[in-house]
Structure formats: structure tokens, C-alpha cells
């Protein structure tokens, strides 16, 4: 009694999932886009702000996520364009077309950066594989190739199916593996590394969908009205088959986190399947047979592309009651404490951990150009009465620059006395003389004009003056002692060298005495 209970309460929670989830989507009127022929592709941007590409007739439009109008459209098709397709970067996009050309686009462009000729019959697959240097293709000559991106020349190509290949995908894990399928039946592996296929699945029916799962262990196929899972791991041993379907099932589709699968069909109809128990648990109706269909990489958006060339787009509605900005939960006490009194075994590696220091905010200013602000910040009063050193490193730096002159003009007369009050003070320490007498010359330049205007500024003046004049004349006190300091080491020299004359005049003479 106790497992039914539970297996009822598991059930009835994704039962309440899924009817969220299908309440989320059809809050909101779908918008309905009407393209120039059947859209055979539809694909997301992986990366913000996850536009996405249409294809259909001989033209691939990019839509921003609730935007109406194409924001932009590639064109260079001389007949039917088809499967569109992101790198992962979302900076390039790949398309076959009805000539057996591939063609590649960069985003922000509208020429072809590559055409990969080949094929001699149309290409109707095209994708990147997960280096993001080679692509693949398949088309209905029967052959897969693989494509050199940087040299634009084919590396390998197989020619094992013995039908048109309409469908394929590339594995997220292994940048080598990629999946094709066609209406002969099969579902192929390749590893690039190899000269032919690894793995050879038998669907059934012609083959209209591949899917991997992003761990690379489970393959999903569709052709006629079934779907089927497959365990690549065990050389594509039969999980399940779902036949829920009245039509054939065109397309595929797993959410972001791989909980729900979608599956298209021409009977008009997307399947929503558990991953957990592959069962129904919910479904979309649509006007027109269904070609194609994509999810936004949050799930925010699904995009149903049909034969009558209407686009249907669907947004979830808003989760009302949460805050948009919530706080983030901060980590217990004990968090930062832990393992601060481990004491590392003589086994042990110890590593290191860099420790980022967090700019000051007069860095800050310095790095944004306010020579103004960068200067009001060191003259607070705990950086100029403690740290002094640190004031006159942002003069200095302000003088390299060429922009002290203006930081010192334009104050008033508060600020003119704060200026002057730490110039007389730090002046005539040796350290700072040099940088601190030319901003003296630059104040003196600057508000000379104004002198006789302000009592306090004035005084300040006369103090720099005397602090200057008392410096000059011990300087001139100390140059009068080195002076004379050089006249006794002068004569000291002198003595000794005296000395070591007469030494070395004696010293013959007492040998030859002691000789006789």
C-alpha cells in the first residue's frame, strides 16, 4: 500500500507539472507568422538574445524571440533553401539547398563566407560538430560528407545508405560522432576517425528525425508513425517504441532539461513525452501537418513550423507570485569556516588559491579617466593623513598623464586650502619633493588670479612660502656641511697617501742593513 501511494504521488506531481506547463503556453494568443513556402527547419541561437532561424522556400529568416517581422534574411538561394542551422556560438550558420550547395553565413553578414560543393544531388541536412571547425552533410545523392571549415574542403565522405539521407545530428560529447538518417530504413553512427559507419540501427520505416541526448548515450528516432529510444552504449539495443502518432512523425525535440521530448506529426499534432516513463503527458493541436519545431533553450518559446507555411509561435506566460529579483540564500557561517584549521598530511599537495583584491576607489576613477574625482578621492582624510604615499602616486600618475593641470583647476576655496595645507606639510620630505614642488608651481599658475580674495587661501600661500624658504635654507645649511665634509675627507686622503710614500722610502734601507 505504501509503494501505490507513493507511485500515485510521483504521478500526479508530473501530472501537475504538465498541465502547468500546458496552462504556461496557452495563457498567451499564439502568434502566427505566414512564411513564402513549407518551413522545413526552424533553429535557436544558443546564446542571447536566442533569435532564431526560419527555413523555407529559398530564404532563412532570423526572428528576434517577440519580434513579428524577420530582423534579418539570407537569400543566396537559387531554389529551396533547407535545415538552417546555429554553431554553438551563434556566431555562424549553416544551410543545404536544392542545388547541392552549402552554403555558410556569418550572422552579422549577408554573403556566403564558404560554399562547400560536393553533392550532386539536393543537401538536406547540414550541421556543426561540437569542435566547431567541421560540418557535416547529408544528402539525397546518398552520401554523408564532412567538411573542413578553415580550408573549405571535404575531408571524408561515406556513401553507406542506400536511400536519401533527410535527417542527422551531431554528439555534444564526442567531436567525431555524428548521426544520419534515411529513407532506407537506418540510422548510422560515424566517427570521423573512420573509414565507415561504427553502429547501424534498423528503424523501419524512411527515417525523418534523429535526436541525441546531450549525454550521448541515448539515440531517438522517427520515421512512419513511430518513435523510437535507443542505448548507443549498447550498440543500439531497443529501449522503447511509441507509436502515438496517426501520421508520420517529422520532427523532434528534447527541453533544456531533458525531462520532456516533443515529437511533430502531419497528423497536426505535438506529442510531449516523460523521459522518465515515455508516456504522453501532454499535447498541442495545430491547423496544418507539421514539419517542423523548436523550443527555446529556457523554455520560453515553442515554434511549430507546418506544410501551409504558417508559423506558430507559442510564449509561456510569466510565473506570477515570484519576485523578479530574489536574493540569493548566503552560505552559513560554517561555509567559509570550514577546513580553516585542516592541517595538510606530509602526503599532501598544498595549492594555493590566488587571492583577487578588489580596486580602490580612486583605481576605479583612474581607470574611467576622472583625473577630478581620482584626486578628490586620495585627499579624504584617511588616505592623505595614514597613507600619504598613495596622494602623491595619483599626482604623479595624473602629471604622467598630462592631466594634473586640469584635475587641480576649477576648485573652490575648501578645497584650495586642503590642497595647499598637504602640499606644505609634505614638501619637504625628500620622497615627495619632486612631484609635490611642480604641483605647487601648477596651484601658483592656476589661482594667482584670485589672490587677495580669500583670507584663509592667502595664509595658505604665505605658509607654502615659508615651508619652501625654510627647505631652501637647509638646503643651503646642509650643502655648506657637505662643504666641508669633502675638505676633511680631502685632507684624511691626503695623510694617507703621505704615509704610504714614506713607508715604501724607508723600507729598502732596512734590508740592506740587515743584509750587512
Known sequence: NEGTGLCEEVLFSERELTVQLSQAYLAKAPIQ??????????????????????TASSRIHIYGRYSHEPIKTFSRFKDAAYCGTYRDDGNLLVAGSDEGIIRLFDISGKAPL????????????????????????????????????????????????????????????????????????????FDARTKSSIITIEHGQPVESVLLFPSGGLLVSAGGR??????????????????????????????????????????????????????VVHSFSYAAPILSLALSPEDETIVVGMTNGVLNIKHRKPEEGKEKSQKKR???????????????????????????????????????????????????????????????????????????????????????????????????????????VTVADMITDIYQPVLGQSAIVDRQFLRLQEAIGKEIDYQGELLEVLGMMDTLFASFAEKEVTCLEENRSNSPTEIIETDE
Request: aromatic share 10%; glycine share 6%; proline share 4%.
Open 33 to 54: 507568422i505566414k512564411e513564402f513556402g513549407a518551413v522545413n527547419k526552424i533553429d535557436f541561437s544558443p546564446v542571447p538574445p536566442r533569435n532564431y532561424a526560419v
Open 114 to 189: 564558404r560554399q562547400f560543393d560536393g553533392h550532386t544531388k539536393p543537401v538536406h541536412v547540414v550541421g556543426f560538430l561540437s569542435d566547431k571547425y567541421r560540418i557535416f552533410s547529408g544528402g539525397d545523392d546518398y552520401s554523408s560528407k564532412l567538411w573542413d571549415i578553415p580550408s573549405g574542403t571535404e575531408i571524408v565522405s561515406y556513401r553507406e545508405h542506400t536511400d536519401y539521407v533527410r535527417c542527422g545530428c551531431a554528439s555534444k560529447v564526442n567531436a567525431d560522432v555524428f548521426v544520419t538518417g534515411s529513407y532506407d530504413h537506418t540510422v548510422k553512427l
Open 226 to 279: 513511430y518513435v523510437k529510444v535507443w542505448d548507443v552504449l549498447k550498440g543500439g539495443q531497443l529501449l522503447v517504441s511509441l507509436k502515438n502518432h496517426h501520421k508520420t512523425v517529422t520532427c523532434l525535440c528534447l527541453n533544456s532539461s531533458g525531462q520532456r521530448l516533443l515529437s511533430g506529426s502531419l497528423d497536426r499534432h505535438v506529442k510531449i513525452y516523460s523521459t522518465t516513463s515515455y508516456k
Open 330 to 436: 548566503q552560505p552559513a557561517y560554517r561555509t567559509y569556516m570550514k577546513g580553516k584549521t585542516y592541517m595538510p598530511k606530509q602526503e599532501d599537495f598544498s595549492v594555493s588559491k590566488p587571492v583577487r583584491r578588489a580596486l580602490r576607489k580612486y583605481d576605479k576613477l583612474l581607470k574611467s579617466f576622472d583625473s577630478s574625482k581620482a584626486l578628490d578621492a586620495v585627499l579624504e582624510p584617511s588616505i592623505r593623513l595614514h597613507t600619504p604615499e598613495v596622494t602623491v602616486a595619483v599626482m604623479q600618475e595624473l602629471h604622467r598623464r598630462g592631466t594634473l593641470r586640469s584635475a587641480l583647476a576649477g576648485r573652490d576655496e575648501k578645497q584650495i586650502n586642503l590642497l595647499l595645507t598637504f602640499v606644505a606639510r609634505r614638501v619637504i620630505e625628500p620622497r615627495f619633493t619632486s612631484i609635490l
